[in-house]
T-cell receptor, first 109, second 117 residues
Framework: GQNIDQPTEMTATEGAIVQINCTYQ??????LFWYQQHAGEAPTFLSY??LDGLEEKGRFSSFLSRSKGYSYLLLKELQMKDSASYLC??????????WGAGTKLIIKP | GAVVSQHPSWVICKSGTSVKIECRSL??????MFWYRQFPKQSLMLMAT?????????EQGVEKDKFLINHASLTLSTLTVTSAHPEDSSFYIC?????????????FGPGTRLTVT
């Protein structure tokens, strides 16, 4: 079966750095996405990786290793507004998005 | 950037009635639209995928006669929850994907919170 694993919840301090990991087993791979979702709102796109390596976009970076079925989202200089759920999703061979359950990130002052 | 709207943003209805939710792509043509449901503290659950002009493809366990999906144009898809029951209360989110090479991203609407009393 298809499976996306990410931690349920993480806590970090304002100004610090946090890494949210995602491992996946899917039937085929056509890219990995990270989305941010604030409570009661729809997800918003953060990043897309299809090749191995690191993609940097401001305070957020995303890494992919296809051979290991592994990705991480790195958030730097954490701000209180970064408190949200972070969803990892993999697009499979049918171009369907397979979603992880999301990681709730709590930022403390 | 691409914008997807949903209407209404929230709705309260009585058990047994039907509710229609609209999803529109405002500045691009959405060849494919997706309907998700999300219960509190849970991840997104794909309900169905619809391609413009075709019948929707429903995920296993989703009743197609209860959740009617119409994707009649490249900018509009509707989800009708028929004979709604309290267990249908949820956050319904649509997303849209455009056409063309390299268009890899799904753009999400703001969601519709349905409460069935």
């Amino acid at each position: 079966g298809q499976n996306i694993d990410q931690p349920t919840e993480m806590t970090a301090t304002e100004g610090a750095i946090v890494q949210i990991n995602c491992t996946y087993q899917t039937s085929g791979f056509n890219g990995l996405f990270w989305y941010q979702q604030h409570a009661g709102e729809a997800p918003t796109f953060l990043s897309y990786n299809v090749l191995d390596g690191l993609e940097e976009k401001g305070r957020f970076s995303s890494f992919l290793s296809r051979s290991k079925g592994y990705s991480y989202l790195l958030l730097k200089e954490l701000q209180m507004k970064d408190s949200a759920s972070y969803l990892c999703a993999v697009r499979d061979s049918n171009y369907q998005l397979i979603w992880g359950a999301g990681t709730k990130l709590i930022i403390k002052p | 950037g691409a914008v997807v709207s949903q209407h209404p943003s929230w709705v309260i209805c009585k058990s047994g009635t039907s509710v229609k939710i609209e999803c529109r792509s405002l500045d691009f043509q959405a060849t494919t639209m997706f309907w998700y449901r999300q219960f509190p503290k849970q991840s997104l659950m794909l309900m169905a995928t619809s391609n413009e002009g075709s019948k929707a493809t429903y995920e296993q366990g989703v009743e197609k006669d209860k959740f009617l999906i119409n994707h009649a144009s490249l900018t509009l898809s509707t989800l009708t929850v028929t004979s709604a029951h309290p267990e249908d209360s949820s956050f319904y989110i649509c997303s849209a994907r455009g056409q063309g090479d390299g268009f890899y991203e799904q753009y999400f609407g703001p969601g519709t919170r349905l409460t069935v009393t």
